[in-house]
């Protein structure tokens, strides 16, 4: 039988104490389950990735790490919120296996997709992406505004798999190339589609929360949506140039009108008609300047070159606090 594929789970946690010790089990089971079933390697991991939380998790992770080796995990030095924890993982992934899976640690994504993903893979898929077949489980609120994300996303120039989050398989081929795109506003959805190579989807249903509490409330998912845009596309710059064309042409029109009216001597009443014309546009530049200023912003961020997570400490690394101490001054 040919090599199998080593697989490195990349579960990104933050405030998960709750959740962890029911999910942590599942994902090394999975393994287990996929070896057995000569899909992947026995050498295969689970890559917990602490984002800065404030409660017990990275705690948690550690005793799992100690208990069993197929658990591995890295701790961000602070929260820098799930999209830099699931990028942190899989480049710490990218030269440790052949192919990753990322996925939440909340158990809202159903892991017996991986079967169909590793599946995918062995049939010459480079990413699989998982794609929720249903929202029964959402409040009608949370599934509305989870749609209209996409479908906006789509329309402003963004494209990203229609009801697609971040449960997905990529070997590590294209994680490598993945690793050129040096941009810090990241938004994985949007980015790996642009990676390129054969890629192939999953459905799967989405249960709810084992335990805990989403982090993801509608502020939150704003501002995902306007990052995944503005990082990805100059559409609304475009349709801003559009509306000022259409307003110009108005402003012509009316100028035309006044003038008119004018030379015919009828008295305009000319005062309430300014103003709100002055305060419509005032408006629209307003809000034309604001996002612009998005994108210079970014360009602003981007030209720092700011490191995009840093990992202060891995499972499988002694601490060294005091290395002098133990070790001496150098060259004594
Ligand atoms: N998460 C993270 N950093 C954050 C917020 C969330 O790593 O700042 C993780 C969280 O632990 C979970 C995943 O991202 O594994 C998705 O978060 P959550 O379940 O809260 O979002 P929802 O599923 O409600 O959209
Ligand atoms: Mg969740």
Known sequence: MSARPVLWIVIPCYNEEQ?????APLFTGKLEQLAAAGKISPNSRALFVNDGSSDRTWEIIRNLAERDERVLG???????????????????AMDRCDITISIDCDGQDDINAMDEMVDQYLQGAEVVY?????????TWFKRFTAESFYRLMNRLGAEVVFNHADYRLISAKVLRHF??????????RGLVPLVGFPSAQV?????????GKSHYPLK?????????????????????TGFGVVFSLVGLILMIWAVVEAILGHTVAGWASTVCII???????????????????KTYLESKRRPRY???????????????????????
């Open 74 to 92: 890295i701790c961000q030095s602070r929260n820098r919120g799930h999209q830099n924890a699931v990028l942190a993982g899989l480049m710490e």
């Open 179 to 188: 690793a050129d795109f040096e941009e810090v506003n990241i938004f994985l």
């Open 130 to 138: 998982g794609v929720r077949s249903r929202r029964d489980t959402d």
């Open 220 to 240: 939150k998912m704003l501002a995902l949506a306007f990052n995944g845009i503005t990082s990805l596309s100059i559409k609304p710059i475009t349709l801003i």
């Open 19 to 23: 959740v962890l010790p029911l999910t």
């Open 310 to 332: 840093i990992i202060s400490s891995r499972t499988w690394e002694k601490e060294e606090r005091h290395w002098l101490e133990e070790n001496g001054p150098e060259g004594t």
């Open 203 to 211: 459905y799967y249903e989405r249960a709810e929360r084992l335990a």
């Open 279 to 297: 305060c419509l546009l005032g408006g629209i530049q307003l809000i034309s300047l604001g996002v612009i200023g998005q994108y210079v912003g």
